[in-house]
């Protein structure tokens, strides 16, 4: 069991830059599998980008060439650097780990088994 605190959203103007931090309450290492979704008022919770343990990086295609995922292993932060925001970006922002990497390291959110609570990021016009 991992606990995962997120923070760095905010309200940003279109076009501007936000990163995201996910802080692990411990050291996660060997295989692993970790991600970044998100989730409007509505709508469902939505895989953006995900991270492995072989350094492989996944982005759903709505964030491609905007959004870059990251770890540093030392600080066991996972991060998500978010380009070119677009008002369709607002949303709550979740980190997760998926423990088992089964069935795979995915951006499906039913197959991560822990999640933090969130951090808000609220794109302006």
């Known amino acids: 069991q991992v606990q995962l605190v997120e923070s760095g959203g905010g309200s940003v103007q279109a076009g501007g830059s936000l990163r995201l931090s996910c802080v692990a309450s411990?050291?996660?290492?060997?295989?692993?599998?970790m991600g970044w979704f998100r989730q409007a008022p509505g709508k469902e919770r939505e895989g953006v980008a995900r991270?492995?343990?072989?350094?492989?990086?996944r982005y759903a295609d709505s964030v491609k060439g905007r959004f870059t995922i990251s770890k540093d292993n030392a600080k066991n932060t996972l991060y998500l650097d978010i380009n070119s925001l677009k008002p369709e970006d607002t949303a709550m922002y979740y980190c997760?780990?998926?423990?088992?990497?089964?069935?795979?390291?995915?951006?499906?959110?039913?197959?991560?088994?822990?999640w933090g609570q969130g951090t808000q990021v609220t794109v302006t016009s």
């Open positions: 411990r050291y996660i290492s060997g295989r692993y599998c």
């Open positions: 997760a780990e998926n423990p088992r990497v089964w069935p795979g390291c995915t951006l499906t959110a039913r197959y991560y088994r822990y």
């Open positions: 991270f492995d343990s072989d350094g492989d990086t």
